[in-house]
C-alpha cells in the first residue's frame, strides 16, 4: 500500500511539473523482449522496437537492444548491451532550410547500457526492479550551422514493474491471465544543456492486460502515458503499445 502510495505521489509531482505549454501525441509501439539463458549463469538480453509518429502516420522509431547478462543468482542479474535507435523524419523531404542547416531524414542515436535487475514478490504478485545506466552518441535530426551535428550524454533510468495474476498461483507463475502495471522515470546526469536543459527527462506510466500461455511466452497490451519535459514545451504522448516476451 505504502508503495503505492508512494507511486501515485510521484507521478503527481510529474503531471504537475509537466502541466504548462504541453503538446499532445497519439501514437503506437510494438515491443518484443527475449531473454535466453545459455546456462544457470549466462544468457543474452535482446529487445526490438517500433514505434509510430503522431496519429499512427509512419513509423517513427526502430529500436534494436541486444546485451550479455550475468546471472548473480536466481532473483537477481545484471547486463552490458548496446542500442541502435533510428528516428525517421520523412516530413524532412518538404521543408526548404536556410544554408548551412543539416536535416538527417534518418537519425541515429547508439547507446551503451548497464543495468542492474532485482526480482521478488509482493504478496501475490511478481515484482521487478530495474536500473539503467545509458551512455547516448546522439545525432541530431536538425543541426544549425556552427552546431555539431553530433553529441554524448548519459541518462539513468528507474523502471518498477508489478504483474498482478488474476487467478490463485503457487510459487511460480506459469500460465494464466494477469495486470502489468509499470512505471519509468528518465533522468539526464551528463551534457543536459544539449538536451532539454534538466535533470528530469520523461516519465512513462503503462497498465495492461496479458496472458501467459506458457513459462516461455507472455503477450500483452495496454496503455502508457509518456510524459516528456523539453527545452521550450513539454509532450504528454498517449500510447497503445503491444508486447510479446519469450523465455528460454
Known amino acids: 500500500m505504502r508503495k503505492s502510495l508512494l507511486l501515485a505521489i510521484v507521478l503527481i509531482m510529474v503531471f504537475g511539473k509537466l502541466s504548462a505549454q504541453t503538446q499532445h501525441q497519439n501514437t503506437g509501439w510494438f ?3 527475449n531473454n535466453t539463458k545459455f546456462n544457470e549463469k549466462w544468457g543474452l538480453h535482446f529487445d526490438f522496437q517500433l514505434r ?23 532473483n537477481q542479474n545484471v547486463t552490458l548491451g548496446y542500442l541502435l535507435t533510428q528516428t525517421y ?9 536556410s544554408p548551412g542547416v543539416i536535416l538527417n531524414k534518418t537519425a541515429n542515436e ?8 532485482i526480482n521478488h514478490k509482493i504478496k501475490s504478485g511478481f515484482a521487478t526492479h530495474r536500473f539503467r545506466l545509458e551512455q547516448r552518441f546522439v545525432q541530431r535530426s536538425m543541426a544549425l550551422p556552427g552546431v555539431e551535428p553530433d553529441f554524448f550524454a548519459q541518462r539513468f533510468r528507474y523502471f518498477f514493474r508489478l504483474i498482478q495474476p488474476l487467478q490463485k498461483t503457487e510459487t511460480n507463475f506459469t500460465k494464466g491471465a494477469f495486470v502489468a502495471l509499470q512505471n519509468e522515470v528518465f533522468l539526464n ?5 544539449e538536451l532539454n536543459g534538466n535533470v528530469f527527462d520523461q516519465n512513462r506510466a503503462y497498465l ?11 503477450i500483452e497490451a495496454g496503455y502508457m502515458n509518456q510524459a516528456t519535459k523539453g527545452r521550450t514545451s513539454n509532450m504528454m504522448n498517449n500510447i497503445i503499445q503491444l508486447a510479446v516476451y519469450t523465455r528460454f
Open 208 to 218: 495492461a492486460v496479458g496472458y501467459r500461455f506458457s513459462k516461455q511466452f507472455d
Open 110 to 117: 547508439h547507446r551503451i547500457w548497464e543495468q542492474y535487475i
Open 89 to 97: 523524419n520523412p516530413e524532412f523531404d518538404f521543408i526548404d532550410v
Open 52 to 74: 509510430t509518429a503522431d496519429d499512427w502516420v509512419h513509423t517513427r522509431n526502430i529500436l534494436i537492444r541486444p546485451g550479455i547478462t550475468y546471472y548473480v543468482n536466481r
Open 189 to 193: 546526469l551528463q551534457n543536459k544543456s
Open 31 to 33: 515491443m518484443f523482449v
